[in-house]
């Protein structure tokens, strides 16, 4: 099983930028379907965006389209999370995921993966 560790958040301004990473060991991520996943307080968890095996497909949630772009470097075993104009409902512990079933088209639901690091708060504030 893969352990999986997210870093890069923090307090940040509305229409301000972050960059999450997600970085794993135990195993190499060219075999796992990669998301990302919030969870804001009083609400449950929820798809953001996810990645292919190869990374040449993604896929966002509607409310973060245009504004967030997930990425992988294979080679450096660790999965992004581009952030960008960030807004005040983004806030929320974001969660990286690993998807150990080789389906061609990622998930979106929680039970899609396998396996999960422990978040990274994102705060924006307005």
């Known amino acids: 099983q893969v352990q999986l560790v997210e870093s890069g958040g923090g307090l940040v301004q509305a229409g301000g930028s972050l960059r999450l990473s997600c970085a794993a060991s135990?195993?190499?991520?060219?075999?796992?379907?990669m998301g990302w996943f919030r969870q804001a307080p009083g609400k449950e968890r929820e798809f953001v965006a996810a990645?292919?095996?190869?990374?040449?497909?993604?896929y966002y949630a509607d409310s973060v389209k245009d504004r967030l772009t997930i990425s992988r470097d294979n080679a450096k075993n660790t999965v992004y999370l581009q952030m960008n104009n960030l807004k005040p409902e983004d806030t929320a512990v974001y969660y990286c995921a690993a998807d150990r079933s080789l389906r061609l088209v990622p998930g979106r639901s929680t039970r899609d993966y396998n396996s999960w690091g422990r978040g990274t708060q994102v705060t924006v504030s307005s």
């Open positions: 135990g195993g190499t991520l060219r075999s796992y379907g």
């Open positions: 990645i292919n095996l190869n990374g040449d497909k993604t």
